[in-house]
């Protein structure tokens, strides 16, 4: 059965930098789209950055461009998220995210099969 497990959220200040790691359990992610979504309290579940199984194609919410990063390193099977500049209102539980159909970057959460239990990340001013 395919795993996913986030790491690397915490508590920081405004501005301050935090890293995510997203392991996957099993190689056949490799050829997946993998993606990172959050959710706040009370809102629905966003897309914050997709990235092709190759890493050729990347894809950004507005909200977060020029500001977060994804990249996937498939010989270890995960993928991360390096938030800089970080804000308030990124304040959210992120989750990671396997898309095993598309060649393309979904921004639907119902696209993706696999998802992992997520990790919070607070921001305060």
């Known amino acids: 059965q395919v795993q996913l497990v986030e790491s690397g959220g915490g508590s920081v200040q405004a501005g301050d930098s935090l890293r995510l790691s997203c392991a996957a359990s099993?190689?056949?992610?490799?050829?997946?789209?993998m993606g990172w979504f959050r959710q706040a309290p009370g809102k629905e579940r966003e897309f914050v950055a997709g990235i092709s199984w190759s890493g050729g194609s990347i894809s950004y919410a507005d909200s977060v461009q020029g500001r977060f990063a994804i990249s996937r390193d498939n010989t270890k099977n995960t993928v991360y998220l390096q938030m800089n500049s970080l804000k308030p209102e990124d304040t959210a539980v992120y989750y990671c995210?396997?898309?095993?159909?598309?060649?393309?970057?979904?921004?639907?959460?119902?696209?993706?099969?696999?998802w992992g239990q997520g990790t919070q990340v607070t921001v305060s001013s």
């Open positions: 995210a396997a898309d095993t159909v598309a060649y393309t970057i979904q921004t639907m959460a119902h696209r993706y099969d696999y």
């Open positions: 099993e190689r056949t992610l490799r050829s997946s789209v």
